[in-house]
């Protein structure tokens, strides 16, 4: 590109990022986790440490919709944006998002942090998008959820089922 000017304005992509938040925010409260793949163009890659990468809009619309409809990620409601860095220059948006469980029953916070970083490509869409965090971190979060859950008696039954599978005691 040589010059300094990017392709699209910060305007833009502060626009397109916090559209993609309230988007987040809306689909925690309805649960239409397919329609977040709408916000990705129709090749656009999709990459997960923990659980692989995907591409294209479609593969992203299949794998958001089960893993989201399954334990953990059927407890995990909110995304809350704890700051963002925008490069005009290149297009990219890097953000701090953790991935929070639903209140177990005492008002305790039980999230693992997660670095987004995002590639715009134009009219409100996205063409990358990865989640880069620790699973390890994330799986011992999980499992403090899973036993206050069941201190509490909140516990789902597939939130018991994933503690059985994964060898957790729960007593």
């Known amino acids: 590109?040589?010059?300094?000017?990017?392709?699209?304005?910060?305007?833009?992509?502060?626009?397109?990022?916090?559209?993609?938040?309230?988007?987040?925010?809306?689909?925690?409260?309805?649960?239409?986790?397919?329609?977040y793949a709408d916000h990705f163009t129709e090749d656009a890659e999709y990459v997960e440490h923990g659980m692989g990468n995907r591409t294209g809009r479609e593969e992203i619309r299949e794998w958001i919709s089960s893993t989201m409809n399954m334990f953990p990620g059927s407890e995990m409601p909110t995304f809350p944006c704890?700051?963002?860095a925008i490069d005009e220059e290149k297009g990219?948006?890097?953000?701090?998002?953790p991935n929070r469980m639903k209140d177990p029953g005492d008002g305790?916070?039980?999230?693992?942090?997660?670095?987004?970083?995002?590639?715009?490509?134009?009219?409100g869409k996205?063409?990358?998008?990865?989640?880069?965090?620790?699973?390890?971190?994330?799986?011992?979060?999980?499992?403090?959820?899973?036993t206050r859950s069941h201190q509490l008696g909140t516990l789902s039954d597939d939130g018991r089922t994933f503690a059985k599978n994964m060898g957790w005691a729960l007593d």
């Open 126 to 146: 996205w063409s990358y998008e990865e989640d880069a965090y620790n699973p390890m971190n994330f799986l011992v979060m999980v499992q403090e959820y899973v």
């Open 108 to 123: 305790s916070v039980h999230e693992s942090p997660v670095i987004t970083v995002l590639k715009y490509a134009g009219d």
């Open 92 to 97: 990219w948006v890097i953000a701090r998002i």
């Open 82 to 84: 704890e700051w963002y």
């Open 1 to 35: 590109m040589g010059s300094s000017q990017g392709r699209w304005s910060r305007a833009e992509l502060e626009e397109a990022f916090h559209n993609y938040e309230r988007a987040v925010a809306e689909i925690g409260k309805s649960w239409d986790w397919a329609s």
